[in-house]
């Protein structure tokens, strides 16, 4: 599975969109990028997926490039219940293990 | 609807027991997986099951980990001999089916086991 580089923290204001960038320069053609989260003291909650395609559902936006090798995910109206940490991993549709890397610590403040 | 659930919450073992994390995944759900979650770090896998069938244990660092789904629903991971560097938070986590576009796993809360 392609490797992803994601900043180690951000920071947004309650009521802004909150932006998670992650790089996954060397995804292949049959890579999806996922989306889990982890509030803290919780176990990993799925968040959204796509393959080349923007995706949205009731959670998130995610936004892929058209070279594929970037994608940000789009939390609307950040609330403080957000904070948590965000993981973005590159995964191919006939593996079944997930690599999850360290994340992006985000914290949403008032 | 109920969802993955394990236990216990917490355990706290003498180096050199055994210990048993067993995990209820949601009902019908195919797959089962576990990870392993030290401090600050993210979830790193160990093993997956789908239905009774072990299909990758890659993860399991040493031959004292050991896991088990004998009937396909609830899940045991022991380990034998506990040392300090077992001290984590293992993750159960379920996937109803097995789908080439969809990978969306539903994780328990974990066992925070702490080797004294």
């Known amino acids: 599975d392609a490797k992803t580089t994601q900043p180690p923290s951000m920071d947004c204001a309650e009521g802004r969109a909150a932006n998670l960038p992650c790089n996954h320069s060397?995804?292949?053609?049959?890579?999806?990028v996922y989306w889990y989260r982890q509030i803290h003291s919780q176990g990993p909650q799925y968040i959204i997926h796509?393959?080349?395609n923007n995706e949205t559902n009731e959670m998130a936006s995610l936004i892929i490039t058209e070279d594929r090798k970037s994608s940000t995910l789009i939390l609307p109206h950040a609330t403080l219940r957000d904070t948590a940490v965000y993981y973005c991993i590159v995964i191919s549709g006939t593996a079944s293990k997930l690599t999850f890397g360290t994340g992006t610590r985000l914290q949403v403040t008032l | 609807g109920a969802g993955v659930s394990q236990s216990p919450r917490y355990k706290v073992a003498k180096r050199g027991q055994d210990v048993a994390l067993r995990c209820d995944p949601i009902?019908?759900?195919?797959?089962l997986f576990w990870y392993q979650q030290a401090l600050g770090q993210g979830p790193e896998f160990l093993t997956y099951f789908q239905n009774e069938a072990q299909l990758d244990k890659s993860g399991l660092p040493s031959d004292r980990f050991f896991a088990e789904r004998p009937e396909g629903s609830v899940s045991t991971l022991k380990i034998q001999r506990t040392q300090q560097e077992d001290s984590a938070v293992y993750l159960c986590a379920s996937r109803p089916y097995r789908s080439l576009t969809d990978n969306e796993q539903f994780f328990g809360p974990g066992t925070r086991l702490t080797v004294l």
């Open positions: 796509g393959l080349k």
């Open positions: 060397t995804i292949s053609g049959n890579e999806y």
């Open positions: 009902s019908g759900h195919v797959s």
